[in-house]
């Protein structure tokens, strides 16, 4: 059974070229020590708007580049969600 687990990934901040995003990246979040590229970004309501493409800048200030999943621009936290396989039991 899967799980999804919720981690706050930060609020928007404005397009880029080619109409990419960028996200103001969660201080609290170390993104060197887990792998966070490819995963969706839901908002608050639980909509998927985007899929990280790399996280930049250095880890105390760090920027996450997105593409959008859909055209207007999200409001409020914005959260990357963790699929999380579950155990099999025997």
């Known amino acids: 059974m899967k799980q999804i687990k919720l981690v706050e990934a930060g609020r928007f901040y404005k397009k880029t070229l080619k109409d990419k995003w960028i996200i103001f990246g969660n201080k609290q979040i170390d993104f060197s020590?887990?792998?966070?590229?490819?995963?969706?970004?839901?908002?608050?309501?639980?909509?998927?708007?985007?899929?990280?493409?790399?996280?930049?800048?250095?880890?105390?200030a760090p920027y996450i580049l997105a593409y959008p999943l859909t055209k207007r621009e999200p409001s409020g936290k914005l959260f990357i969600e963790i699929v999380e396989k579950g155990r099999r039991r025997r």
Do not use: C, H, P, S
């Not at 985007?50 to 880890?59: F, Q």
């Open 33 to 60: 020590k887990q792998e966070y590229t490819g995963k969706v970004i839901l908002d608050e309501k639980g909509n998927r708007v985007a899929k990280i493409l790399d996280v930049i800048g250095n880890v105390k």
